[in-house]
């Protein structure tokens, strides 16, 4: 029995110029991870607030007190002031997460689905506002806001106020807006094409194509971005303290200005404010990986 001919390309030189099917490479042709942070900060084990508090507790254990106002006192300022920086300050700071989040979904919901518009202007237009608001730092887009944007506007001779905070809602919801409009137009052109030609083949109109087929399957692969931008802009919140808007950030330094702004009150009030969001945050992590698995596209 001869012995076996050598595969041209593996066992052998290749006696042909002909294209060769390549090993499959996962590092060639990978889009970048829009779930980087969430994923980070799902990774972490659930315990480390309590590190994070055990550190911040044992500090004046450590630590040397400069004169006579030693971290214990610190810390006794931090359990006054809790109550008053939880319910006036990172309630705050919810709320005006989910106002910016409700205001950037619909405009964003929109705003994707112009950019799959047939029409070439509307969809061009909409391509261009989502790449000049996603592209833009934040901080920027809330001073731009803040000083565009009119105190307070007369209507028929009534003086209406615009404060701080809602101009924080509105510039938060603009990166939002741009975001959730790649989310939406990602998740509709992920749906098959075959999708598409069988409903033209029952004599669908576009519009009942969009709305009783295409959009229903695209609405639980948009919920784990969805809930990963909610997370970064809860995060992202504590930006409002440099335009004014008495969030948690802005009462804990009014907090510490109280306490005569001893450098040992930095650690406790800043640290507090780490593990509460930290402790908000992460169970919306979590949660944002899980449904990412269940709901991810099995090929």
Known sequence: MSARRPIPGLGAAPSTDLPVLLPFDRGKGRTPDIYLATRWLASLPPWTPLLILA?????????????RYAYSDAFDALFRWMPFLVFEGFFFNILISFLAMAIGTVAGAALGLAQISLNPMLRRAAWF????????????????????????????????????????????SLPIMANISEVVRGAVQSVPTAQWEASESL?????????????????????????????????????????????????????????????????????????????????????????????????
């Open 55 to 67: 550190v911040m507790l044992a500090w004046p254990l450590v630590a040397h007190a400069q004169g």
């Open 203 to 299: 004599a669908f109109t576009r519009r009942q194509t969009m709305w009783q087929i295409i959009l229903p399957q695209c609405f639980k692969r948009m919920i784990p971005p969805w809930m990963n931008w909610y997370a970064i802009l809860t995060m992202a919140t504590p930006l409002c303290s440099l335009l004014g808007v008495e969030e948690l950030i802005t009462l804990s330094r009014q907090a510490m200005e109280g306490e005569d702004n001893h450098p040992e009150l930095l650690v406790p009030f800043f640290g507090f404010a780490l593990v509460i969001f930290f402790m908000y945050c992460y169970p919306i992590a979590r949660a944002t990986i899980w449904l990412e698995r269940k709901y991810s596209v099995k090929l």
């Open 129 to 172: 506002i989502t790449q000049l608001f996603r592209n833009s730092p934040w901080l920027v887009l809330l001073f731009i806001v803040l000083l565009a944007f009119p105190f307070e506007i007369v209507i028929g001779g009534v003086i209406i106020p615009i404060p701080d905070w809602m101009k924080a809602v509105f510039g938060l």
